[in-house]
């Protein structure tokens, strides 16, 4: 079964540069949210898209922004990258009212 | 806010024996899902189990099981028959459908589990 496509797999950037993280979510699903994982931390909700548009935000920078495109792929555009940027960063679907969350394998990025 | 608890930073059992993992959650609400996820050292998050709060019924998936005590706002995992590769961090979700439904994360507890 597909499943949510996330790249690259890894990213090293260096501090002050930017970032775009790309998620691919599993087809027919019109919810793509995204997650950052820090070291050794849980995952914590930065913002969500249903149907191409913010549905909710929760704890990103002002210097990410995101978007949901017309075929559903989603772009965390990260920007003036801190070193306490550097994380996991997951991308998760869903289709439906009451469907699970389906996550990607995520993108570690490393901020120097 | 609604929060999610998970008390255990670390547990361990032995190989075929069973391990009960503990959450707890603060919500308001009536209407929310509750999840376990599974993230190995491969750090893929995986769904182990869920369970719709309007449920009485605990869900049960092979060898995961919950307890799921709404009063008492708990929610814990039961893993029967534990197998090598079973050994991961296990993360406890809490999702409204009525604030964003976005995920709520406990802290997680990691499983290690012994030949």
Known sequence: AAGVIQ??????????????????????HDTVYWYQQGPGQDPQFLISFYEKMQSDKGSIPDRFSAQQ??????????????????????????NAYNSPLHFGNGTRLTVT | AQTVT?????????????????????????????????????R????????????????????????????????????????????????CAYRSETSGSRLTFGEGTQLTVNP
């Open chain 2, 44 to 91: 893929q998050m995986i769904l182990v189990i869920r369970q719709e709060a309007y449920k009485q019924q605990n869900a049960t998936e092979n060898r995961f099981s919950v307890n799921f005590q709404k009063a008492a706002k708990s929610f814990s995992l039961k893993i029967s028959d534990s197998q090598l590769g079973d050994a991961a961090m296990y993360f």
């Open chain 2, 6 to 42: 998970q008390s255990q930073p670390e547990m361990s059992v032995q190989e075929a024996e069973t391990v009960t993992l503990s959450c707890t959650y603060d919500t308001s609400e009536s209407d929310y899902y509750l999840f376990w996820y599974k993230q190995p050292p491969s």
């Open chain 1, 69 to 94: 495109f017309s075929d559903y792929h989603s772009e965390l555009n990260m920007s003036s990258l801190e070193l306490g940027d550097s994380a996991l960063y997951f991308c998760a679907s869903r």
């Open chain 1, 7 to 28: 790249s690259p797999r890894h990213l090293i950037k260096e501090k002050r540069e930017t970032a775009t993280l790309k998620c691919y979510p599993i087809p027919r």
